[in-house]
């Protein structure tokens, strides 16, 4: 594998774009915005406004007025205004520069609060583009950014990526040709290199001028599939090298340590592969071919350390041929999965345990793939106390073909299943995905939905202690056992008690909602219809001590890659 470690005054190598933010450069002719471009402001209440360029460039100063003083007043300070509430009624604040202004919208309400539900502020999508979900950032110091909105090229060629506050201003501003894909331990922003959403084998990390690392890209021999950081800042990548040619030796799949301030590998081994192997008369001798083992998402556990789930798979089929033809029934085929928990280290990964394994075989009739149960391994969550929970999806393929799943979730203490909870009611809707809430300040809970239904489940007593049939998704676990959901098609947020009772539900139009800065009474998310960032009012609530959020897809897309392969190997 190649390495390169840069600064920023080299970030051009990297092939995404240049730092624009805090950039004091000359400044064109270029359209100004205004970051955030609309303002709610209660009676007495203070923000802050800033400006850029249409491409992230920070001017050193620029002229700013405001159309009705009696509103609000304003304290210029070079690039970035400081706005203070007078009295009730709107106003504009505009920024001037080399002949281009921009303006941002202010409303001072009659009351000292915002009422739940009101938008604080908002920033629009850059026109021409495709807004995409938020990503969190990882806020190192107060000028820090607090998420990433992103807006993609339509034909995947770039994505425009801005870091901002928690207020709604600018950080820094980025245009990369990939895709961008989590915030890193140091504030800055990992991004798969290539064409958007297509596979990568190359990442590279960008941050503001004066981060608190440099900028590095990394070139990997397979695949990237997935990541997670540990609290030193190293960085786990899984990579898959899939066979080129059918019967090609070469898939497998790879771990690699990084040292996350630098890009340098300081791990990397390999992971045990699956295997195919076919004899019998109708082939001329056996064949055994290895395919890579699928890997569940990364999770941090204790001591530091990185956990997966691991799906190991080994097939194999008989074939019985009269007259060059294969004969049904005659035919054998056995199917093997086994999933295993595993801790990833710098030096390499350990088994901690077997977390379920089916071992199936029979004659080549029609119903075979119906007598197949497989596995999609899913995300590993750390609780506060240190022990784990793994999440996984059971898959099987009913008389119609149609492939379907349920959830199982394994808490896990001292490397032991103490508790397995399994869930299929009211959750078959594999369009929309799964939701996962985990709250553990002491014992652990898990808040499940699928977008028509939303479960509390009990983890140490293995109960649901309610359900509720409703569409709103979990981002925010409260103290005592509440939870904060959000119904993005009735655009209402709603608070859930510990016994399923819905407490309250005030108006807010948002989606993709999320905690950006906790203890707040803010919301981050998208505004469904103008798809501009937005941040909204909501309750002083007290969040509990802690809580993790997991999505989970229900698309299962390598299980049915293995019913097809299966099918097509044994037809």
Known sequence: MRWRTLGAATALALGVGAFTGHAQTKISGEELAMFPASIAMGTRSQRVASVATRSGKVPPRVDWAISNPGVASIAPHGSSVDIKALSPGRALVTARLNGRSATASITVADEADLRLGTTRWSVPPIAG?????????????????????????PMKRFAVVRALT????????????????????????????????????????????RGKAAAWRYRARGDLEDFAEADDGTIFLVEQTRPRLAGSQSGGTQVVALDGRTGLDVGHYALPVSTWQTSGTCVPKAALVRHPSQVGS?????????????????????????????????GRFRASRELQLVRLTRKGFTPVRTLWRADTEGVDSADRLRAIEDVDPGPIVELKSGELVAMRTHVTVDAGGRVSGRLHIARIARGEVVREVVRAENLGSTSKGWRVLVDAPDSPWAYVADGVSLQAIDLGAGTTVWSLDTAALPFQALDGRAVVANDAARNQVMEINQRGMVLRTFPARIDDARIAAPGQAVIHGIDP????VVEV????????AWSSMVDIDTSFPEARRRFADFLVETR
């Open 129 to 153: 583009l495709v807004p995409r979900p938020l990503l969190d950032a990882f806020r190192v110091d107060d000028d820090g950014a607090e998420l990433f909105a992103i807006d993609a090229d």
């Open 166 to 209: 928690s207020s709604g201003t600018l950080v820094w501003q980025r245009t990369v040709r990939g895709t961008p894909w989590a915030g890193d331990r140091f504030g800055g922003l990992l991004v798969r290199l290539g064409a958007l959403d297509e596979p990568s084998r190359g990442l590279a990390r960008i941050d503001r001028l």
């Open 298 to 330: 990364l999770g941090e556990g204790a001591d530091g350390a990185v956990y997966a789930q691991l799906l190991l798979v080994h097939d194999s089929w008989t074939r019985v041929c009269e007259k060059g033809r294969p004969v049904l029934g005659r």
């Open 529 to 532: 219809q103008t798809r501009s």
């Open 537 to 544: 009012q909501e309750p002083g609530y007290v969040d509990s």
